[in-house]
C-alpha cells in the first residue's frame, strides 16, 4: 500500500510541476485537480511507453525515474510562471457552498467506494448497481496489464483481437496492481482522485466561462445532480406520495427500467461505470481551459515562448486522449475544429493556436491508426431516424419532440430558443461555440449511430447536454437578476435536478450486485498455476468470468454484450461456440478451427444445460473440478 500511495503522490506532484509552468491564474483547488489529472494520465502513458519498448521490469522503475527526474528538475531549475488566487471564489453564502461542496463529494467517494468491494467482508465481489454493466471488462484489462514482463495489446474478451478499447485508465490500475495494491486499492484510489477531480474541473470551468461563482454552481449542479426530466417526476411523485419502501419497490434493481428513461444522471451511468469516460472528460477539461486561456491571450503580457510551450502542453493533452477515451478525443477535435473554422472566417488567430492544433494531431495519429484500423468497419456507423429509446432498445412509435422534452425538460427548450437569448444578452464567443457544438452533436447523435450499440450515442450526448447546461447558466444568470426570473430559474433548476437529487442520494447506495462469489474469485487466482500462460479457453456467454478477470487467460468470447466492439463475424463465432459447448459433431473440427486449448465452465452452467459435461469428459483430459468449476485440456484426448 505505502509504495503504491509513494506512486500515486510521484504522479500528482510532477502534475503540480508542469501546473506551475502555465501562465494562467488558479485557484487552490483548481490546480490541485490539474495537478492530479496531468499527473497520473503522464504517469500512466510514461509507464505504458516505456514498458511497451523494454518491458514491465526495466520499464516501470525506469519510467519512475524519468518522473522523479522530471518533478525535480522542474521544481528546482525552471521559475514558475503559475498564480495561485488566494481570495475565494464568492463570499457570498461562502459557508453554503461549502457545505454543498463537502456533501457532494462525500457522496462521489462513498459511491466510488462501494463500487469497488473486492473483497466485501464475506470474500465475494460486490459492485455498485450501476458498475456491474462495464466493472468485469476494467478489471479483465487492469488484470492482463498486471501480470507479467510485456505489456499484452490483446484483447482479454473476444478471440485474441489487437485491443483497441481505450485502457489507459486500468493500465494505470494494473500499475498499481504490480506495485502490491489489493484489487479495491488498485481500482477505487485512481477513480476517487480522479472523480473528485473532475467535480472541482466541472466547476472551475464553468467559472472561467461564465466568470460567475453562481452560473458556475447552476451548471455544476445541472450536470452532476441532472437526469432525466420524466424520471425526476415519475420518482419524486413515488416517493413524496407512497413513501421509500414504495420507492425502493418501483426501484427494483434498475433505475432504467423503473422509469423507463435513457437519459441518466451523468453519475449513474458515466462517471461510476466507465472508467475511461471518467479519464477522459477530466483529461478534456484540463485541455479545454487551457486552450480558453490561449483564446483570451492569458489575460498579461505573456512571452511568444512561453505561449507556444503552453499550446504544445494543451495540444498534447488533446493528441493523448484517444487511448485514455476516444469520445472526449472526438468532442475536444471537433471543438477545435469548429474553432478554428471560425477563426478563419473572422480571420483572427490566437497566438499559439497552430502550435496547439498541430501538435494535437501529431501526438493522436498513431493511436487513431491503431484504433481505427483495428476496428472501425462497416457495422459501426449507421444512420437512425431519431434516438429514442426506453429501456435500452429503440422505439419506433413515438414523437421525436415529445420524447426529448420528457428527458430534457428546460435543456430542449434552450436548445431551440437559445440562440435568441445569446443574441439578446450579447454572449461571449466561447459561450456561443459551446451553443453550436452542443446543437451539432445533438443533430448528428439524432441521425447516425456511431457505434455498433446505439445507446453508445449517450456517450456523445452528454458533452452536448453539459455545453447546453453552460449555456442554460448563462441565460439564467441575466434572468436572475429580476425577481420574477428568479422564480424562473428556482424552477427551472428543480426540475433539471430533481432527477439525480433523487437518485444519487436514494437510490444509488443500495444498488449492490455481487461480481464474483468467494468460489470464483479462489478458482480464478488458482487457474493461472494449473494452465499454461498461452492457453487460449473455450467458455461459456458469462457477463462476470473469473478466467478473463482474475486469471489472466485469453479466451475465444465470454460476455455477448461486448462482442460488437471488434467486429462483423461474432455472431457465426457465438454460434461455433454454443456447437463446440454442446459436444455437437462439429465440435472437434471447430476447436481446430480456433486453435482452443482448454475448456472452463462452472457446475452452474452444466446444471442449466448449457455445456455437455459428459462430452468433454469422454473426449478430453480433466485438468480439475475444483469450487464449483471444471477446466479441461483441449490438447489431450481420452
Known amino acids: 500500500m505505502l509504495i503504491t500511495l509513494l506512486f500515486t503522490g510521484l504522479s500528482v506532484a510532477f502534475g503540480w510541476q508542469v501546473v506551475r509552468q502555465l501562465p494562467m491564474v488558479f485557484y487552490r483547488l483548481e490546480a490541485i485537480a490539474f495537478s492530479v489529472v496531468i499527473g497520473i494520465i503522464t504517469a500512466t502513458w510514461t509507464v505504458f511507453i516505456a514498458a511497451l519498448l523494454l518491458g514491465f521490469t526495466i520499464g516501470l522503475p525506469l519510467a519512475v525515474v524519468l518522473l522523479l527526474v522530471a518533478a525535480s528538475t522542474l521544481q528546482f531549475f525552471v ?3 503559475y498564480t495561485i488566487a488566494t481570495k475565494p471564489y464568492s463570499r457570498h453564502l461562502r459557508w453554503l457552498a461549502r457545505i454543498s461542496a463537502g456533501l457532494i463529494c ?11 468491494q473486492f473483497p466485501a467482508a464475506d470474500g465475494t465481489w460486490i459492485t455498485n448497481g450501476n458498475v456491474y454493466g462495464d466493472g468485469p471488462l476494467h478489471v479483465s484489462l487492469a488484470n492482463q496489464f498486471a501480470i507479467g514482463n510485456s505489456v499484452d495489446l490483446v484483447s482479454s474478451v473476444y478471440q485474441k483481437a489487437p485491443l483497441t478499447y481505450p485502457f489507459l485508465s486500468d493500465f494505470y490500475s494494473g500499475v498499481l496492481r504490480r506495485l502490491g495494491a489489493d484489487w479495491q486499492q488498485a481500482m477505487a484510489l485512481p477513480s476517487a482522485l480522479m472523480i473528485i477531480s473532475l467535480a472541482q474541473l466541472i466547476f472551475s470551468f464553468g467559472y472561467r466561462l ?26 419524486g411523485w413515488v416517493l413524496f406520495t407512497q413513501g421509500i419502501a414504495a420507492y425502493h419497490e418501483r426501484i427494483g434493481n434498475s433505475i432504467v427500467f423503473a422509469t423507463g428513461d435513457q437519459y441518466l444522471n451523468i453519475v449513474h451511468s458515466h462517471f461510476l461505470p466507465q472508467r475511461s469516460y471518467l479519464f477522459g472528460m477530466a483529461l478534456f477539461i484540463v485541455a479545454a481551459s487551457i486552450t480558453s486561456e490561449i483564446y483570451r491571450g492569458f489575460g498579461k503580457k505573456v512571452s511568444l515562448r512561453t505561449v507556444r510551450i503552453t499550446a504544445l502542453v494543451a495540444g498534447v493533452l488533446v493528441g493523448v486522449t484517444p487511448m485514455v477515451h476516444m469520445h472526449s ?3 475536444a477535435g471537433s471543438l477545435l475544429v469548429l474553432a478554428t473554422v471560425w477563426m478563419m472566417i473572422y480571420r483572427r488567430f490566437p497566438t499559439g493556436w497552430w502550435w496547439l492544433v498541430v501538435s494535437a494531431g501529431i501526438v493522436a495519429t498513431p493511436q487513431l491508426i491503431w484504433q481505427f484500423g483495428h476496428s472501425f468497419r462497416g457495422h459501426f456507423i449507421s444512420f437512425i431516424s431519431g434516438w429514442m429509446m426506453q429501456n435500452f432498445s429503440p422505439i419506433t412509435d413515438m ?43 445533438f443533430v448528428l447523435c439524432n441521425v447516425i449511430s456511431f457505434q455498433p450499440s446505439l445507446w453508445d450515442n449517450m456517450k456523445l450526448f452528454n458533452y452536448a447536454f453539459w455545453f447546453l447546461m453552460i449555456v442554460t447558466a448563462y441565460i439564467f444568470l441575466q434572468w436572475y437578476h429580476h425577481r420574477f426570473g428568479r422564480l424562473i430559474v428556482a424552477v427551472g433548476m428543480v426540475s433539471l435536478c430533481l432527477y439525480g437529487l433523487i437518485t444519487l442520494g436514494i437510490s444509488g447506495p443500495r444498488l449492490n450486485f455481487e461480481l464474483l462469489s468467494k468460489n470464483d474469485v479462489a478458482f480464478g487466482e488458482q487457474l493461472r498455476t494449473e494452465i499454461p500462460e498461452n492457453a487460449y479457453v473455450l467458455v461459456t456467454d458469462r457477463h462476470s468470468h473469473p478466467v478473463t478477470m482474475l486469471s489472466d487467460r485469453k479466451v475465444l468470447v465470454s460476455y455477448s454484450g ?53 462430452y468433454f469428459l469422454s473426449h478430453y483430459k480433466l485438468v480439475s473440478h475444483d469450487k464449483g468449476w471444471w477446466a479441461f485440456d483441449l490438447g489431450s484426448r481420452t
Open 106 to 116: 462525500s457522496l462521489l467517494i462513498g459511491l466510488t467506494y462501494l463500487s469497488y
Open 399 to 441: 414523437n421525436l419532440v415529445w420524447f426529448w422534452l420528457g428527458q430534457l425538460g428546460v435543456l430542449l427548450i434552450v436548445m431551440l430558443a437559445g440562440w435568441y437569448w445569446l443574441y439578446r444578452y450579447h454572449a461571449a464567443a466561447e459561450i456561443w461555440l459551446l451553443y453550436v457544438a452542443g446543437l451539432i452533436i
Open 562 to 614: 461486448w462482442y460488437n466492439l471488434y467486429g462483423e463475424e461474432w455472431g457465426q463465432i457465438v454460434t461455433d461456440r454454443d456447437a463446440m459447448l454442446q459436444g455437437a459433431a462439429s465440435a472437434p473440427s471447430l476447436i481446430a478451427k480456433y486453435k482452443l486449448t482448454h475448456a472452463v465452465f462452472s457446475d452452474n452452467e452444466v446444471s442449466q444445460n448449457t455445456v455437455a459435461l459428459q
Open 329 to 331: 478525443f472526438l468532442v
Open 79 to 81: 521559475k514558475p510562471r
Open 210 to 235: 461564465l466568470r460567475s461563482t453562481l452560473g458556475a454552481w447552476l451548471q455544476f449542479l445541472m450536470l452532476i445532480v441532472g437526469g432525466s426530466f420524466h424520471g425526476g417526476i415519475v420518482l
